[in-house]
């Protein structure tokens, strides 16, 4: 009878492994979860085998490509979603083939299935001037309008990801002539942001309104909270984008075509210091990035650098004259006219 190991090692990997040795991130962890409970929603529906009944050797090339495509086909996911899949599975095959050694030809093959391709979109990103409209929709004399625009302005300012301004707290902030933030990343990578002098303005206002005494020493308070004094979620803070989205649209001074995200912040921001000069490995440190090719997207999204640049290449090669204009040629015209008559 085929032993049901698979149980344990899913445990081993996902309570001990991710986080301990591997220092993943809580939401890395969620996201690797949601996989495992996918296939196994998967087995039990497709195979007719039950989770407590679930062995390594269940575990084959061709069941992980049918879960695969059942993804994709069956749920109506996204390439990149079956791709994300791909990867948490290689992840748990590396840790546990050598704990099975006897099944390592068949993990080897699972090894060796490839993502897939799928076309990448381009990077959706705010111009300057949209903002600019955007950050002035709050209502800054009202307690939550003040929140929303300082959130909203340290979100763009600091390029941070939505988790990071989440967890940002009081004692994370460094409010004097040069100020900066500090912003707790993946992986648990931190980094100093500096943000500007109006930005940190707008901090000291908010902080100065939004004091609470809960119980919690002034620097372990966090920075964001939500009506009832607690921690924003990522819901609330798009809500709130959500919301001054809305009406900007409404007052007809925004006018977009894709939707405006947390992270099309970062995006924006990100565009706006390439198109300000900056170079990308400063942007690249900025961002947290670990190598320059997650920060080329940029350069490839950022349209406008490359019209200047263009324009300036060519601008002493091309013709500069007009052409003239051959209706003004009778005896051409006519000629014309005749070929019309025959």
């Keep these: 009878m085929t032993k049901a190991d698979f149980p344990y090692y899913l445990t081993k990997f996902l309570g001990t492994y991710l986080h301990g040795e591997k220092n993943f991130s809580r939401h890395t ?81 699972i090894l060796n299935i490839p993502d897939k391709k799928c076309v990448k979109t381009v990077v959706p990103f705010l111009t300057g001037e949209e903002m600019k409209i955007l950050l002035s929709m709050p209502d800054p004399s009202a307690g939550k309008g003040l929140r929303d625009m300082v959130l909203m302005s340290v979100l763009y300012d600091s390029a941070a990801r939505v988790q990071e301004i989440i967890d ?52 372990e308070q966090y920075v964001f909270l939500n009506q009832k004094k607690q921690q924003l979620t990522r819901w609330g803070i798009s809500y709130i984008i959500k919301k001054y989205v809305g009406l900007a649209s409404l007052c007809g001074q925004l006018n977009v075509r894709f939707s405006i995200t947390p992270h099309v912040f970062r995006h924006s921001k990100s565009v706006h210091l390439l198109q300000s000069g900056v170079n990308l490995i400063y942007i690249r440190d900025f961002l947290g990035h670990s190598d320059c090719s997650s920060t080329q997207i940029y350069a490839k999204a950022d349209t406008e650098t490359r019209r200047k640049a263009l324009e300036a290449a060519y601008v002493d090669i091309l013709p500069t004259t007009e052409l003239p204009d051959w209706s003004d040629d009778k005896k051409l015209m006519d000629f014309l006219i005749s070929l019309g008559r025959q």
């Excluded at 748990?92 to 083939?97: E, G, L, M």
């Excluded at 940002?168 to 980094?191: E, M, S």
């Design 168 to 219: 940002l707290k009081v004692k994370d902030l460094r409010l004097d002539k040069l100020a900066v933030i500090t912003l707790h990343g993946k992986g648990q990578k931190i980094r100093c942001v500096p943000i500007t002098e109006k930005t940190k303005n707008l901090l000291e206002s908010h902080l100065r309104y939004s004091r609470s005494n809960n119980g919690v020493s002034s620097g």
């Design 29 to 109: 962890i969620q996201s690797y979860s949601v996989t495992f409970k996918l296939l196994l929603s998967f087995l039990e529906q497709t195979k007719k085998i039950s989770p407590e009944r679930l062995s390594m050797e269940d575990l084959t090339h061709d069941t992980i490509v049918d879960f695969l495509n059942w993804i994709e086909f069956t749920r109506n996911c996204t390439v990149s979603t079956r791709n994300q899949r791909l990867v948490a599975i290689h992840s748990f095959i590396r840790f546990v083939q050598k704990q099975v050694p006897e099944n390592v030809f068949e993990f080897q093959k």
